[in-house]
C-alpha cells in the first residue's frame, strides 16, 4: 500500500487530493491547523482508506516528526501543500510586518524544508515530493511581495533538492488561481466564483504519479488553459 503524508489537507486542493488518493487506496497521513475541519476530512476520507489525521502546525519540529512517525518506515509521496498567506488585505513590502512576514515563511519554507528532512530516509528511490508553488513565485504582483518571495524560496530548494537526490521526483508545482479560502483571503470583499475548483487540478498532479516527469516546476494546466 502506498503512503502520502499530505499538509494543509482539510481542505481546497489538499483535500482534493487526498480524496482522489484514498479512492485508489493509498494510506495517507493528513495534517492542518484546524482540527475540526481536518476531523471532518478524517472521516470522509476513512470510509474508503486508512486515514490518520494529526492536526498541527507544520512549522513546529514536534509536529513534524509525528507526521513523519505516523507514515511509517516507506513514505512515496509528500505533499507540502499547507500555506500561510500572511496579512490581508495584501499590505505593500513598504507595510509588511517583518514579524508576521517571518511567520510565513516559518510555514511557508522552514515547515516543508524540515517535513522532508525527517522524511527522507524513508523515501524509496522513486518516491514523490510534490511543493505546491505559486504564480506569485515568479510575477512581481503589488501586494504579493511577502507571500511570493517565499513561494520563490521554496522553488529554490525544491530545484536543489531534485539535484541533490536524483532518484527522487522532486517538483515545484504552481496550480493556479483557484477557489479557496486563501485566495478570498487575498481578495477580500471580491467575487472569486470564476475561479476554478480545486478538483481541477488534482488529474494533472496524479498524472504526475502515474508518469513520472524529470524533477522540476510545473505550471499544471486547468481545463479551460488545456483548451485554449
Known sequence: MNTAIITGASRGLGLALARALAADGWRLVL?????AD????????GRSSEV???PGDVADAAHRRA???AAGDRINLIVNNASLLGPSPLPALADLPLDALERVYRVNVLGPLGLIQEALPHLPAGGTIINVSSDAAVEDYPGWGGYGSTKAALDQLTATLAAEHPTLNVYAIDPGDMRTRMHQA????QDISDRP???TVVPGLLALLVQPHPSGRYRIAQPAEAQA
Open 38 to 45: 481536518l476531523e471532518q476530512a478524517a472521516r470522509e476520507l
Open 186 to 189: 487575498a481578495f477580500p470583499g
Open 52 to 54: 490518520l489525521a494529526l
Open 67 to 69: 507526521l513523519v512517525a
Open 31 to 35: 495534517d492542518a491547523r484546524g482540527a
Open 197 to 199: 475548483e480545486p478538483a
